[in-house]
């Protein structure tokens, strides 16, 4: 018997590498495509598991689903890291008169 590929896996590789990326630079959408990776995952591993025989692909999907998760891990850290740096600023509107000084100083 031939095997076929497992459905997705090569979409949920590319949506863990997005979710990395997204989250890196942009923020929500990194979190989107790391949920939506992460859901698509667990539904190729059920189907991989009922016959793992019939499939192949399933490296992608592990990698995708890692991937993911350091996606939202990584978003995870930058929230974190954010809340912190205006708390410890003294509030956005301190940040804000920060940033116009250093402008101001540099030439923006």
């Known amino acids: 018997m031939e095997k076929k590929e497992l459905p997705n896996s090569t979409l949920i590789l590319i949506f863990g590498i997005l979710s990395i990326i997204g989250c890196c630079c942009y923020g929500i959408p990194g979190a989107v495509f790391g949920i ?28 995708g689903r890692i991937l993911s998760i350091i996606g939202l891990v990584l978003l995870g850290l930058s929230i974190i890291a954010g809340i912190i740096s205006i708390l410890m600023l003294g509030g956005v509107d301190e940040m804000r008169q920060m940033q116009e000084e250093i402008l101001r100083e540099y030439g923006g």
């Not at 992460?38 to 059920?46: D, H, I, S």
């Not at 793992?52 to 399933?58: A, C, I, V, W």
């Open 36 to 63: 939506i990776a992460l859901v698509m995952a667990k539904r190729a591993t059920e189907i991989y598991s009922a016959n793992p025989e019939l499939y192949t692909g399933y490296q992608n999907v592990k990698a």
